[in-house]
C-alpha cells in the first residue's frame, strides 16, 4: 500500500526557513516533488526532483527553496520564506499514478 506521510509545515515569519519532510512507503518511486495549494486556486508545482530528469523548480521559489531526496524520503528546505508562500504543501509522488500526501499547511507571517 503507497502512503506519503509529510511533516515539518507550521508558523514562520517573513524571511524565516522550513524544512518539510515526506516519507513515501510501498514502492519505489522514480518522481518526487511537493505541490501547493491556497484557496480558490489551482494546486501548483513547487518543485520536483527525478531519477532522470533532475530538478525542476518553479519561477516563484528558484534561488530560495531547494529539494532533495533520500531513497524514498523527498525534502524541501525553503529559505527567505515571504507571506505568499503560504499555502497547503502536498508531497507528490509518481511511478505508475500520482499519489498524493494529505498535505501540512506552512503560514509565513509578515
Known amino acids: 500500500q503507497v502512503q506519503l506521510v509529510e511533516s515539518g509545515g507550521g508558523l514562520v515569519q517573513a524571511g524565516g526557513s522550513l524544512r518539510l519532510s515526506c516519507v513515501a512507503s510501498?514502492?519505489?518511486?522514480?518522481?518526487l516533488g511537493w505541490y501547493r495549494q491556497t484557496p480558490g486556486k489551482r494546486r501548483e508545482l513547487v518543485a520536483r526532483?527525478?531519477?532522470?530528469?533532475g530538478t525542476y523548480y518553479a519561477d516563484s521559489v528558484k534561488g530560495r527553496f531547494t529539494i532533495s531526496r533520500d531513497k524514498n524520503t523527498v525534502y524541501l528546505q525553503m529559505n527567505s520564506l515571504k507571506p505568499e508562500d503560504t499555502a497547503v504543501y502536498y508531497c507528490?509522488?509518481?511511478?505508475?499514478?500520482?499519489?498524493w500526501g494529505q498535505g501540512t499547511q506552512v503560514t509565513v507571517s509578515s
Open positions: 507528490w509522488a509518481f511511478t505508475y499514478s500520482d499519489y
Open positions: 510501498g514502492t519505489i518511486f522514480n518522481n
Open positions: 526532483i527525478s531519477s532522470v530528469a
